[in-house]
């Protein structure tokens, strides 16, 4: 293991694993999926505990019940972006990008709709690689 410095901004230490120490680990299937070696970020220990703090935060149920409406608008937004190239206007000027900005919620609203009648399932979210790990050692 050998530790290294990152600038002071951004406070925090940036660990990398041997490649000989990698290769001959037993859980190395389980830990990483590099083709090197496993590279951990240690924070300080103040911003580590607000970073708990908020995460024990988010298990709540007030948290969820807040969550849930962005998670919907999220994932309006990222259909927009991959369906219909919400990101660039295609046109000049105020009124006609509000007016391709309507457009593309019908657009989005009937493939919805259409999805909806057809019985497509909705998609499933992934996990994170860390995530599988952590419910292997549970």
């Known amino acids: 293991m050998i530790p290294h410095k990152l600038p002071n901004y951004y406070l925090c230490r ?3 694993f041997s490649q000989a120490d990698c290769r001959r680990c037993p859980v190395r299937k389980r830990c990483t999926r590099s ?4 590279r ?3 924070q300080p220990q103040a911003k580590y505990a607000v970073l708990q703090q908020r995460r024990q935060e988010q298990e709540t ?7 849930q409406q962005r998670a919907g608008i999220e994932g309006t ?3 927009g972006v991959r369906r ?3 990101r660039q ?10 007016l391709q900005h309507i457009l593309t919620t ?16 909705l998609a499933k979210t992934r996990a994170s690689r860390f995530l599988e790990l952590k419910s292997q050692v549970a």
Not at 61 to 67: D, M, P, S
């Open 61 to 67: 149920a007030a948290f969820k019940e807040r969550y």
């Open 40 to 42: 951990l970020t240690l």
């Open 77 to 79: 937004l990222s259909q």
């Open 14 to 16: 940036l660990l990398h």
């Open 106 to 121: 019908v657009a989005l609203n009937l493939l919805r709709l259409d999805a909806w009648l057809s019985g497509v399932p």
């Open 84 to 86: 219909s190239g919400l």
């Open 89 to 98: 206007s295609r046109y000049v000027g105020l009124a006609k990008t509000h």
């Open 35 to 38: 083709k090197f070696a496993r």
